[in-house]
Each structure stands twice: as structure tokens, then as C-alpha cells.
């Protein structure tokens, strides 16, 4: 009935999440297994993105059935990856277009921006989500109705939990979803901030540990996954192997705590640490190219003036690291 064996593996952590609740909900606190609690649900987002990809199942009423198990322990309507992710950032990868783009507002990458990125790139993926509804409700309601039912079933779950017990609830139920969906947003952010969006194979910052893509279903190979996203995530290792040689090592982390522990905490007070933006390089040559073109014309007081003004913006924002 599945796809690929390894997603035993999936279903082994989906159904480890049913069993965490039911032992945090029996036995009170316990912060080994909150903790435990915690790195579930950040699965939850990860396991969610995968099954978004590739389903894992043959069975289509199973691959439903799981879009609702996920989504209630990921905290959102799994159904939104599909506007967002697959139509959008996967069409565009961090270029002028995608909702979720890093450089919205800032071309720096520091604690703030990590910070605040998944507030802002979630208040801009809601406008793809609408569109969307409104398309299925058009050209395919039953699709509609299963995909606002993944919502019901959410609301319903919460609604539940709390009447229940509220404390629980919050502290078992709802932090949980929230560290989900906040940590993929944060994953999408590391993966591209200060990449080349227009490079072939330098759009994503990999993480290449076995630790780290073990714990996470492969989700650091990310340059793999963009060039061919419905490759499943047992196989993505292989196809990073092809292509490593072609993906600049300054684009290939160890893990993904060590990477945040020096960008966000050790960079903005020791220089020599800080990383440069391969996009703001890349702009930068750009402005120079587009100046040197204007001057061979002889295109001197208009043309000139204006790609001087134009590149010399750019010049300014290059040496943006921290």
C-alpha cells in the first residue's frame, strides 16, 4: 500500500506523536518528554512537506486520511503546502514572485530576521491559500470540501482538548503545533537567505550531517530537492551525491545548530565568522557589467548616470553580512 517502505518510518513518527500525547496527557509534565514532544511536532512539519511531495500512499483515501492525522499535529490545514509551496516557492525558489522569499524587507540575516521571517512570510502566503480556495470551490468541490474539512478537523481537535483541559491542551496540543509551524518557516529561511536565487545549483544552503537528515527525513539536501522535487525523501541523498560537486561549500553546512549558533549568536560580535550574500554579490557584479556596457556605448550623461545610480545601490548593500 505505500509507495516507498521507508515511509514505515513516517508513520512510525506520526503514530510516536499519538502516543506522546496520550502518555503527557496521563502522566503530567515531564521534560524528557516534552522535549521528545517538541522535536515531534517539528517532524510533523517536515513529514507533512514530504507526504505534500510524494504521497505515501497508493490508496487515495489513505493519502486523505493522513492529510488529516498531519495536520493535527502540524497545526495547519496540510492542504496549504499545495498553493504555497509546490505552485509558488518551488516555481520561483526564493526569486521576485515568491511569497516566502528572505529579502522582503531586509537583505541582512541576523536574529531579527530569522525571527521575524515566519510572521511576515505567513501574513504573505495566506493571499495564494484564498486564491486557491476559491479555485477549488469553482472547478472541484469535493477537493474543496476535504480540503476546509483538514480546518474543521483542527478546530475541532483544539476546541476539544481545551474544553477538556485548557492547560493541557495548551501545553501539549497548541505550543507544539505553533514550534511546528514556525520551525519549518525558520528551515525555509536558512535553506536560501543569502544564496544566489539565480544560480543553478547555489539557490539552497544544504545541510549535510547524517545526523541532522536522519532526525530530519533528509530535509537538509535542499538543493537536491528543489532541481527535483518529486524525488521522495528516502532518495534525495543519492541525488545530492550527483550533484554535490557542482553546489559551492560555503553552501554546505554541517548542522543545522552549529550554523545557527554561529550566524545568529557568534557572528554579530566576531567579524571573521560572518558569511557574505552570494545574491548580493551577484547584484553587485551585475551593477558593474551594466555600467561598464553603458560607458562602451558612450551612453555617458543619461544611460551612464542612471545605471550608476542603479549600480552604485547595490554597491552599497554588498558587504551586508550580519
Known amino acids: 500500500m505505500l509507495k516507498y517502505k521507508s515511509d514505515w518510518r513516517s508513520l512510525a513518527f506520526l503514530t510516536a506523536m499519538i502516543?506522546?500525547?496520550a502518555t503527557n496527557w496521563t502522566i503530567g509534565f515531564n521534560p524528557?518528554?516534552?522535549?521528545?514532544t517538541l522535536y515531534l511536532a517539528i517532524t510533523a512539519a517536515v513529514i507533512a512537506h514530504n507526504h505534500n511531495h510524494v504521497p505515501m500512499w497508493k490508496n487515495q483515501t489513505l493519502n486523505h486520511i493522513t492529510d488529516y492525522w498531519i495536520t493535527l499535529f502540524y497545526g495547519f490545514p496540510v492542504f496549504a503546502w499545495i498553493p504555497t509551496?509546490?505552485?509558488n516557492h518551488h516555481h520561483y525558489t526564493n526569486r521576485e514572485g515568491d511569497y516566502t522569499i528572505t529579502y522582503r524587507y531586509s537583505e541582512k540575516n541576523n536574529l531579527g530576521t530569522v525571527i521575524?521571517?515566519?510572521a511576515v512570510s505567513s501574513y504573505f502566503q495566506k493571499f495564494p491559500i484564498t486564491a486557491y480556495l476559491q479555485d477549488l470551490w469553482t472547478r472541484n468541490r469535493s477537493k474543496f470540501l476535504i480540503s476546509m474539512g483538514q480546518?474543521?478537523?483542527l478546530v475541532a481537535f483544539i476546541g476539544t482538548a481545551l474544553y477538556l483541559d485548557w492547560q493541557k491542551a495548551l501545553l501539549y496540543i497548541i505550543i507544539p503545533q505553533q514550534v511546528s509551524t514556525f520551525t519549518v518557516l525558520v528551515f525555509n529561511y536558512i535553506q536560501h537567505v543569502h544564496a544566489d536565487e539565480e544560480s543553478e545549483y547555489n539557490h539552497s544552503r544544504n545541510?549535510?550531517?547524517k545526523f541532522t537528515n536522519w532526525t530530519l527525513f533528509n530535509n537538509g539536501l535542499h538543493t537536491a530537492h528543489h532541481i527535483r522535487a518529486n524525488t521522495h525523501?528516502?532518495?534525495?541523498p543519492a541525488l545530492h551525491a550527483k550533484i554535490d560537486h557542482l553546489i559551492d561549500d560555503s553552501l554546505k553546512e554541517r548542522g543545522f545548530w552549529p550554523y545557527m549558533i554561529r550566524t545568529y549568536l557568534v557572528a554579530p560580535v566576531v567579524p571573521s565568522v560572518r558569511r557574505s550574500s552570494m545574491r548580493?554579490?551577484?547584484m553587485a557584479r551585475e551593477a558593474a557589467a551594466r555600467e561598464v556596457a553603458a560607458m562602451d556605448k558612450g551612453a555617458i550623461p543619461s544611460e551612464h548616470g542612471h545605471h550608476h545610480a542603479h549600480g552604485h545601490h547595490h554597491h552599497s548593500h554588498a558587504p551586508a553580512k550580519g
Not at 233 to 236: A, F, M, R
Open 280 to 282: 548580493l554579490e551577484r
Open 85 to 87: 509551496h509546490n505552485r
Open 116 to 118: 521575524t521571517y515566519p
Open 151 to 153: 480546518g474543521i478537523a
Open 19 to 21: 502516543a506522546m500525547l
Open 32 to 36: 524528557i518528554l516534552y522535549f521528545l
Open 207 to 209: 545541510f549535510v550531517s
Open 233 to 236: 525523501w528516502s532518495e534525495v
